[in-house]
């Protein structure tokens, strides 16, 4: 068994340990060749390539049985560029890859915009309500249609991401004795990095196909979150300004019921002691 990791950051790591332990034979990919050799460390390949080389991404599908795409924006980068035209990069690669069975996606939750704190599931409309978001919607919907009998296409729509180096005292103390905008009330969805790295095997293992969402079960407001994580952390406490409009576009809580349902058992459903 033969996967590609395309884009191998914090997520992509954390698989290519999951997959190399299952005794997958693991290639990643960079953009940066400064990074190749500490990816060495994780995955028995590594090459350098970008989303809109056609080329590249061809000769990586090759001879591949699952392609994961979890390439990562970085706060100046371009969704379009990042998601969306390496989606119609591989999309395109294709009709070169005839062993790939199952592409796997990384979106966000984000896509299904301002519920007012509802619950949705995935069969629920998306709703975007930035640029950002919007790219990330068409970009699902590209992938979904290269579905075809003989190869699945599994969407994830993560939640935040928390994990080891990016434990959430760290998150929100920048956030400590300060005071935000709005009153804190919007959906807090989560997802532990064992959760994702997990939920990903066994969408391999399983063949899953569709869209998933990714949280876990607990899923509190932004302010009850963020007052558990300063009181449990000795962190200054946040005030909230209601007098001022929230900063977030989005207010949705996400029910992660279709993967419980597909056999998955979360390593992380709750917070655990923040």
Not at 71 to 93: F, M, W
Not at 116 to 143: F, H, S
């Amino acid at each position: 068994m033969k996967a590609a990791i395309l884009g191998c950051g914090y997520v992509g790591q954390a698989v290519a340990h999951r997959w190399k332990s299952q005794e997958i034979y693991v290639t990643v990919t960079t953009t940066s060749a400064d990074r190749v050799s500490d990816l060495q460390t994780v995955a028995d390949a590594v090459q350098v390539v970008q989303g809109s080389d056609a080329d590249g991404i061809a000769a990586l599908l090759q001879d591949q049985d699952t392609l994961l795409i979890c390439v990562g924006a970085g706060r100046q980068a371009s969704y379009e560029d990042i998601y969306l035209n390496t989606a119609k990069t591989v999309v395109g690669a294709l009709d070169q890859a005839p062993r790939l069975k199952q592409i796997i996606f990384t979106s966000s939750y984000s896509v299904y915009g301002n519920y007012d704190g509802a619950w949705v599931n995935e069969d629920d409309p998306v709703k975007p309500a930035t640029d950002n978001a919007r790219t990330m919607a068409e970009t699902e919907q590209t992938l979904l249609g290269a579905t075809t009998p003989e190869r699945n296409v599994c969407i994830f729509r993560l939640g935040g991401i928390y994990g080891p180096g990016r434990e959430l005292a760290k998150i929100y103390s920048r956030a400590a004795g300060t005071t935000r905008p709005g009153s804190g009330h919007e959906g807090s969805n989560w997802i532990h990095l064992d959760d994702i790295a997990g939920a990903i095997a066994h969408a391999q293992t399983h063949s899953l196909s569709g869209l998933y969402n990714l949280v876990q079960d607990e899923i509190p407001t932004v302010r009850e979150l963020i007052d558990r994580v300063c009181q449990a952390h000795q962190l200054d406490p946040v005030q909230w300004d209601p007098s001022q409009p929230s900063a977030r576009p989005y207010n949705v809580r996400v029910s992660n019921q279709k993967l419980k349902a597909a056999g998955y058992e979360f390593c992380h459903p709750t917070f655990d002691g923040i």
